[in-house]
Antibody, heavy 112, light 112 residues
Framework: EVQLEQSGAEVKKPGESLKISCKGSGYSFTSYWIGWVRQMPGKGLEWMGMIHPGDSDTRYSPSFQGQVTISADKSISTAYLQWSSLKASDTAMYYC?????WGQGTLVTVSS | QTVVTQEPSLTVSPGGTVTLTCASSTGAVTSGYYPNWFQQKPGQAPRALIYSTNNKHSWTPARFSGSLLGGKAALTLSGVQPEDEAEYYCLLYYGGAQRNWVFGGGTKLTVL
């Protein structure tokens, strides 16, 4: 059974850094792209970017280029999404998706 | 900036048929955009329904079908059930220089 297990909810202050994770199981982790998706409160889905864990080829949506970093550690079948300096506008639910399956989401709240 | 457009909202009666569409600001949507469709219910992660225009997943109910219609990607629900009330999102792939995916704004489907 394909599963994508995301890390738990986070509450951070503006300016802090953060790295959230998505662990894949039940499929060949290095064979499928993993995408990250943002959903701001009450809004639609936004494609942020994706990584191919097999060769670490990474692509970003223009809106998110330079704002976040996507990475993966294939030795532990885990992908990451990170911020170096969070803003209040980063408050959202973040989903990973791969192999036609979705993680359960990680809620990130940024507030002073 | 590429924009993918969906109907903001549609209403259908139980047992009826409804078609949701997905248009690209770059021109006609073809199979080369690998249209995907997702369903999201309140408080839940999205769920994949259709990939590569018209391919269903093992869990996709038979009443859902995907196609290309008049230069757009389309999702048709035949014999709509009350549990089909949800938000539906399309996702298109842009190759070439972009090499990335873009979500549509979503369609809120009401079953009434």
């Amino acid at each position: 059974e394909v599963q994508l297990e995301q890390s738990g909810a986070e509450v951070k202050k503006p300016g802090e850094s953060l790295k959230i994770s998505c662990k894949g199981s039940g499929y060949s982790f290095t064979s499928y792209w993993i995408g990250w998706v943002r959903q701001m409160p009450g809004k639609g889905l936004e494609w942020m970017g994706m990584i191919h864990p097999g060769d670490s080829d990474t692509r970003y949506s223009p809106s998110f280029q330079g704002q976040v970093t996507i990475s993966a550690d294939k030795s532990i079948s885990t992908a990451y999404l990170q911020w170096s300096s969070l803003k209040a506008s980063d408050t959202a639910m973040y989903y990973c998706m791969s192999c036609h399956h979705w993680g359960q989401g990680t809620l990130v709240t940024v507030s002073s | 900036q590429t924009v993918v457009t969906q109907e903001p909202s549609l209403t259908v009666s139980p047992g009826g048929t409804v078609t949701l569409t997905c248009a690209s600001s770059t021109g006609a949507v073809t199979s080369g955009y690998y249209p995907n469709w997702f369903q999201q219910k309140p408080g839940q992660a999205p769920r994949a329904l259709i990939y590569s225009t018209n391919n269903k997943h093992s869990w996709t109910p038979a009443r859902f079908s995907g196609s290309l219609l008049g230069g757009k990607a389309a999702l048709t629900l035949s014999g709509v059930q009350p549990e089909d009330e949800a938000e539906y999102y399309c996702l298109l792939y842009y190759g070439g220089a972009q090499r990335n995916w873009v979500f549509g704004g979503g369609t809120k489907l009401t079953v009434l």
